[in-house]
């Protein structure tokens, strides 16, 4: 079980639950063709966005295995909502956790997401006891990948053609780090 400390407060972020304040500056971002290109979702109207939203407000701590928790990056210096975090508890028996991240684009190439992620790993490993925790991107996604390298993850997989995504064959990579390997001072 999880309930993170809110709010997270890095040198440049806080990391927050989200609330229904967030719509505006969500949708910002949650509604570009470009942000959703690799992700499992199109981009997203203002209803749809609304409903993710709603959701995300209700994953704001970790209970049981195949939760899922959502975190709001703000930056501190304007509390602007710049990024969406999620940690999902994939396995309590073989403490398996997986990272996501979604920034704006605005924002990306400041390590932004470096910062907010490193977070996600804390939580996971110190908080939670996990024992390993992966991320998967589109083998197109070179941002994703660049980001969890910077991270210390390691590319375990590179799954070519499989699955349909979003009507064509598409390419999976997986990078993972185990807690061994992480590093709280990183």
Known sequence: MLKPPYP????????????????D??????????????????ARTRDETRAALETKIGQAELLKDGDA??????????GALIGDL??????????QGEIG???HPAYHGRGLATEASREILRLGFAGLGLHRIYGRCDARNTASARLMERLGMRREAHFVENEMF?????????????????SPAA
């Open 8 to 23: 997270i407060e890095t040198p440049r972020l806080s990391l927050r639950p989200f609330t229904m304040d967030d719509l």
């Open 69 to 78: 928790l959502n975190i709001a990056v703000e930056l501190r210096e304007t």
């Open 101 to 103: 991240f979604v920034f």
């Open 25 to 42: 500056e969500l949708y910002s971002f949650h509604s570009r063709p470009d942000v959703a290109r690799y992700l499992y979702w199109d």
């Open 86 to 95: 999620s940690l999902f508890w994939r396995s309590s028996e073989h403490r």
């Open 166 to 182: 979003k009507g064509e064959w598409g390419e999976e990579l997986v990078y993972a780090m185990l807690q061994r390997e992480w």
